[in-house]
């Protein structure tokens, strides 16, 4: 990923260190909580590759879709990521408190239910985390659009040393 964006001006100025922090983060986050998301849904859904294929599907398929709303999602929590990161902050914790203490009782379900719900609940997140890229990217196609495949290339990169920081 590195090696396309060596051929380019690099970022510089003031702005290289929250863009750096941004799209950096972005993908570290989304992976964070891609893999803590298939870690505690394998042992509800009876093994873990179905809990890689059901997570990440709908992961990928709530995040496209939270992507192509987010003007709209935006607009609904106040215009702000600020309350997009409130917003998701608020579902994550409603999950941890309300969802994630009754996956065991929910085992005896039948095989689709179980995956519906682990579908509903990665769907609620995912909306919600489509919604920074987009609108980050809007933001700086508006301010410095030459940085646009460096933010590009920042996140693919944090994206890849995501999971292995979290297996160290």
């Known amino acids: ?11 510089g100025g003031g702005g290289t260190l929250r ?5 950096g983060a972005l993908g570290l986050g989304y992976m964070a909580i891609e893999m803590a998301l298939i870690q505690k849904f394998g042992l509800l859904l009876g093994h873990p590759n179905l ?8 992961l990928l398929l709530a995040t496209g879709v939270g992507s192509v709303l987010s003007g709209g ?8 990521l600020r309350f997009v990161s ?5 579902v994550l914790l409603g999950e941890l408190l309300l969802a994630f203490p009754r996956l065991e009782g929910w085992i005896v379900l039948p095989g689709a239910v179980r995956v519906a719900l682990v579908m509903a609940l990665v769907a609620a997140l995912g909306l919600l985390l489509g919604t920074f ?3 980050g990217l809007e ?3 508006r301010t410095s659009p030459e940085l646009v495949p460096w933010a590009w290339g920042l996140n693919g990169m944090a994206s890849v040393v995501a999971p292995i920081l979290a297996v160290a």
């Open 1 to 11: 990923v590195y090696l396309p964006l060596r051929r380019l001006p690099a970022p």
């Open 19 to 23: 863009l750096v922090a941004f799209f």
């Open 51 to 58: 809990a890689l294929s059901v997570v990440l599907a709908s």
């Open 73 to 80: 999602i935006l607009r609904l929590l106040g215009g702000s």
């Open 86 to 90: 409130y917003a998701l902050s608020f």
């Open 133 to 135: 890229f987009p609108t």
């Open 139 to 141: 933001s700086l196609k």
